[in-house]
């Protein structure tokens, strides 16, 4: 299984943050598929997770400015984080989500994602 | 959210030593504990999941223990690859992660 995350490096304060995830080697249906994020400052934080139906779960922080979408037909998933400041600077992983563990089994790359005017 | 507290932050070690790595969760979280390690600049990497089962693939030299509110991941025979960063998660509730062990050479 592979994952690999695209979209701009560089966003502006109070812009919406707008990542991909590709998955290949396995369907995206069928399971259940997550983004994290990792800071120098708030180290590896769960921003949520999608179901190929479409069922979501967020984290409570961040729930208010996140949206997980998948898209079956293209094999992806999108995260959309709204109202950014820098704090939101990071690297962000999408990932599988195994529920039956609570485990992230295979995760892509990662994008370095730089929040700055 | 439930706290996860490593311990150490950081440890030196040598090739071929046995590594012992804490965590601790703010309250109870039944089986739902797994590590990860993390080489410079990658992704992290399943290790153990429900506390002491080993993901398919992993070597044998990693295990893990404990149960409540107090685990362990230990590293029998450190190779070069394990020079690494390596962190806990609970799964009981909203996922959480520990702020990381960094293992580096002594």
């Known amino acids: 299984v592979q994952l690999q995350e695209s979209g701009p490096g560089l966003v502006k304060p109070s812009e919406t943050l707008s990542l991909n995830c590709s998955v290949s080697?396995?369907?995206?249906?069928?399971?259940?598929w997550s983004w994290i994020r990792q800071s120098p400052g708030k180290g590896l934080e769960w921003i949520g997770y999608i179901h190929y139906s479409g069922t979501t779960n967020y984290n409570p922080s961040l729930k208010n400015r996140v949206t997980i979408a998948v898209d079956t037909s293209r094999s992806q998933f999108s995260l959309r984080l709204k109202s950014v400041n820098a704090s939101d600077t990071a690297v962000y992983y999408c990932a599988s989500w195994y529920v039956q563990a609570g485990t992230f089994d295979y995760w892509g790359q990662g994008a370095l994602i730089t929040v700055s005017s | 959210d439930i706290q996860m507290t490593q311990s150490p932050s950081s440890l030196s070690a040598s090739v071929g030593d046995r590594v012992t790595i804490s965590c601790r969760p703010s309250?109870?979280?039944?089986?739902?504990l797994n590590w990860y390690r993390q080489k410079q600049g990658r992704a992290p990497q399943l290790l153990i999941y429900s506390v002491s089962k080993l993901q398919s693939g992993v070597p044998s030299r990693f295990s893990g223990n404990g149960s409540g509110i107090d685990f362990t991941l230990t590293i029998s025979g450190l190779q070069p690859e394990d020079f690494a960063t390596y962190f806990c998660?609970?799964?009981?509730?909203?996922?959480?992660f520990g702020q990381g062990t960094r293992v580096d050479v002594k």
């Open positions: 998660q609970q799964s009981y509730t909203t996922p959480t």
């Open positions: 080697g396995a369907s995206i249906s069928g399971y259940y």
């Open positions: 309250q109870t979280i039944s089986n739902f």
